[in-house]
């Protein structure tokens, strides 16, 4: 059986490869206007001829990944580009994302870095990178409260719906210095939003500090996010702040990564 080097004319081929580019080009282009565009609209942000990328539409509207309204003459992504990107984010996750970003992270500071999120309010941890062994892990479910850890927190204080009304009052306590009381974790949930990132000041393990910062979707829900992890002779409090920014700054990137978007703050 003959391949399709040795049917398709090399001329042909450039051809079609040069019309899947361009297809690709106005796809993405559509991507970004939530309100649609017109063709010439999009013509004019890929640079095409206003027929050529009329014809590209026409091409992915026939595979469900345009969608052309004929009450405003505009074109909108259609539901084949939005399945194709689901499943992307559902095989993949933020796990194969965060995995060099951690790494990088726990070399820079030497410390342990978490990748996590809260199933059933306790907390699960998706990965974990120590430096000084120099691997990752995937320790898995934790018995850790989601209110006792600075992943829980992050989470929890970027979420539109907390929850909060399925907490137990007093809270379960780990340590004396684990929150006990619903009104401090929300005024403490308020300040991690603010932050942009929450702190566990030993609240599930005596002489340990963590900061955490929340990873975002698509929609901006917070799906999971990340932690520094460390003695607190290591990580005394007037090193919060910068540590914090780093996590922050390194879960921003995970973010964009995967595809989601930060949400706004006031």
């Not at 934790?142 to 209110?147: R, V």
Request: charged share 25%.
């Amino acid at each position: 059986m003959r391949t399709v080097d040795e049917v398709v004319p090399d001329a042909a081929r450039e051809g079609s490869v040069r019309a899947v580019e361009r297809a690709l080009l106005v796809l993405e282009a559509l991507s970004h206007r939530p309100d649609g565009a017109t063709a010439s609209e999009l013509a004019r942000a890929t640079r095409l001829s206003v027929s050529t990328a009329h014809r590209l539409l026409v091409t992915l509207q026939g595979g469900g990944f345009a969608v052309f309204e004929r009450s405003t003459f505009r074109w909108r992504v259609g539901r084949a580009a939005f399945f194709t990107g689901s499943a992307f984010a559902d095989d993949r996750g933020p796990t194969a994302f965060a995995l060099p970003v951690i790494r990088e992270l726990g070399l820079a500071g030497g410390e342990t870095v978490n990748l996590g999120r809260i199933e059933n309010g306790r907390l699960v941890f998706l990965a974990r990178f120590e430096p000084r062994a120099g691997r990752c892990s995937a320790p898995g479910v934790s018995d850790l409260p989601a209110h006792c850890s600075s992943i829980g927190k992050a989470i929890l204080g970027s979420a539109k719906e907390p929850q909060l009304l399925v907490l137990t009052d007093p809270l379960p306590a780990l340590t004396p210095k684990s929150i006990r009381s619903p009104s401090e974790l929300v005024r403490q949930l308020g300040l991690a939003h603010a932050a942009g990132f929450a702190v566990d000041d030993e609240e599930n393990t005596i002489g340990l500090r963590c900061v955490a910062a929340p990873i975002f979707d698509e929609l901006r829900r917070p799906v999971a996010a990340i932690s520094v992890a460390a003695p607190a002779e290591r990580f005394p409090k007037h090193e919060v702040a910068i540590r914090g920014m780093m996590v922050a700054a390194a879960a921003r990137r995970i973010t964009y990564a995967i595809g989601g978007a930060e949400p706004k703050r006031a």
